[in-house]
């Protein structure tokens, strides 16, 4: 099919965008300074354009405050990672020459680095660099300290060997070396400027971005890893269209070239799109309803038990997520759970079906009024705001005249549910819908999601169960698989009794992409896109 002419597809995109919800009005330019100058500068290289289009659009360029999907989807494409995710979940070196070195019963890792990495101002990656993007998140307090808090001290060998000692035997330190280098010194010098003006190492450069906006980047021709040649794609354009329905025309009529995440209620519009087609791949993640277990009636587990028989949550993930996701009955996905042989069976017997006139007895028994008002918060998401719906729907039919299902902008929505004073009040939720999206190891989950210890960070629930919050923190710190495994159990266990969190579903990371795009696919991890890498080049007619 012949490509649609580019310059009518930004006026399109353009069109769309400015009709949309107020963004932030400046516009921010990054250098191109780079030791190989500018993208898109190679006569002999083909000078293909991509455009992408995101459900949000990126807040953060440096990686060590980066704490959002679209934001880490772009900063792949400019940075470059000390190690990286292959086509699945397996983890190769990238800036890292091989496997570290492990010693002192798990706890020391000597990482080699390789000699010709660079970044795009010229300056070499060094061992400084790796130690500064190690230690960073953690120093500075920022929302990612709890991915490297188990770092003891990392120190320069020499330029091109970086020590890692840890404070226990962390079982899941692989997955925290996933991380995208940055350059130390320009960063330090201004770390407000480095954010909107990054310094990678990858194979693109950011060349204009507007937050929570588009993002424009183009290829490094002087990128210094060209053993697999440099990227087929001169230039990528991440447009964020938060609607779905828009989204998805979009690929339909041609402007755009790959959409992520299809709704579910549209799988069918774009499988029946004779010029696209959907690639899908089940994620590493996990959507729940929480708890308010700090305050108000939902800190009695009988309540939460009651809340659980009024509704079907098999039915309300059947209704309004499949087949863009499946049901997920605990915090790890299944992929995850099989691999670790946790007891799946087990924990799917733990959720209730519906049952009103227990939950009517139940309700009771706890001394809960049906005129007591119930606030359900929910993120800007349709899937997870339905779930809440659903939730709000069956508390109404057990009984109860006072439920309000309120859906929240992402900034108000986080500040309800998280505290950095204790639980929040129940006059700000009861109950709460959420995701997650972690990295391949159980830890990524049952630490952030489940644990006490970062209570006010990422975890809004509050909830006593000190003996379980101890058992992950154990899982935490030990190095043997076995041991971890039991532990996550036994933990597990007791909080979905508890009804700490209902689950409820996981998500396929899904595209919709145009037939003139070749050589893309879905991944695991949602923060991964994967343009240029060892083992693809995505090109497009």
């Known amino acids: 099919m012949p490509r649609d002419n580019a310059s009518d597809r930004t006026l399109s995109r353009r069109r769309l965008l400015a009709s949309g919800a107020a963004l932030s009005t400046s516009t921010l330019l990054a250098g191109c300074a780079g030791g190989g100058g500018g993208g898109g500068g190679g006569s002999d290289l083909p000078d293909q354009e991509l455009y992408f289009g995101q459900v949000k659009g990126p807040l953060d360029m440096d990686p060590i405050v980066i704490n959002d999907v679209p934001s880490a989807q772009i900063a792949g494409q400019v940075y470059d990672g000390l190690y990286e995710y292959d086509s699945g979940v397996g983890i190769v070196p990238k800036i890292a020459a091989e496997e570290p070195t492990i010693e002192r019963d798990g706890t020391r890792y000597v990482i080699p680095l390789r000699e010709d990495a660079e970044f795009q101002n010229g300056d070499p990656v060094t061992a400084d660099d790796v130690v500064h993007t190690l230690l960073a998140p953690a120093e500075e307090e920022t929302e990612n300290a709890a991915e490297v808090d188990m770092i003891d001290t990392a120190e ?162 059947e209704n309004f997520v499949e087949p863009a ?8 996905p299944r992929t995850m759970a099989e691999e670790w042989d946790f007891p799946l069976d087990e924990w799917g017997d733990v959720q209730h079906d519906r049952d009103l006139e227990t939950a009517e007895q139940l309700f009771e028994e706890a001394g809960v009024a049906m005129d007591y008002e119930w606030r359900i918060i929910v993120p800007p998401d349709d899937m997870r705001e339905q779930i809440g719906v659903s939730i709000g729907d069956g508390l109404q039919n057990v009984g109860f005249e006072n439920v309000e299902v309120q859906r929240l902008d992402w900034g108000t929505f986080t500040e309800a549910y998280q505290s950095d004073d204790g639980p929040s009040s129940e006059d700000e939720f009861n109950m709460y819908t959420l995701g997650w999206s972690g990295s391949p190891d159980p830890d ?49 266990t007791e909080l979905l009794e508890g009804r700490v969190h209902l689950p409820a579903y996981n998500l396929n990371n899904s595209y919709g992409i145009h037939e003139r795009v070749s050589d893309f696919s879905a991944h695991a991890i949602s923060s991964e896109i994967q343009i240029f890498t060892g083992h693809n080049n995505v090109a497009v007619e």
């Open 156 to 317: 320069a060998v020499d330029e091109t060997t970086v020590q890692v000692d840890l404070a226990f035997p962390y079982g899941a330190f692989e997955t925290t070396l996933v991380r995208s280098v940055v350059n130390k010194s320009v960063r330090t010098d201004d770390r407000e400027a480095y954010n909107t003006d990054p310094v990678g190492s990858g194979p693109y450069e950011l060349v204009e971005w507007e937050p929570e906006n588009f993002a424009t980047l183009e290829r490094w021709d002087g990128y210094w890893d060209d053993s697999n040649g440099l990227p087929n794609v001169a230039t990528i354009e991440f447009d964020p269209i938060e609607e779905q329905t828009t989204r998805v025309t979009e690929l339909e009529t041609g402007n755009l070239d790959i959409i992520e995440t299809i709704p579910p209620q549209l799988y069918e519009t774009v499988e029946n799109n004779e010029n696209a087609t959907i690639d899908e791949e089940p994620g590493v993640g996990y959507f729940y309803l929480a708890f308010n277990c700090g305050d108000g009636p939902t800190t009695d587990p009988v309540v939460r038990e009651a809340v659980d028989y009024s509704f079907s949550m098999d039915q309300a993930v």
């Open 325 to 332: 996701g499946v049901r997920q009955i605990s915090p790890y």
């Open 444 to 492: 990524a989950f049952a630490y952030h999601l489940l644990s006490q210890e970062v209570e006010g960070v990422t975890n809004g629930t509050f909830h006593d169960y000190d003996e379980a919050s101890d058992m992950i923190l154990e899982a935490r710190e030990s190095a043997d698989r076995e041991e971890r495994r039991q532990l996550y159990i036994d933990a597990t």
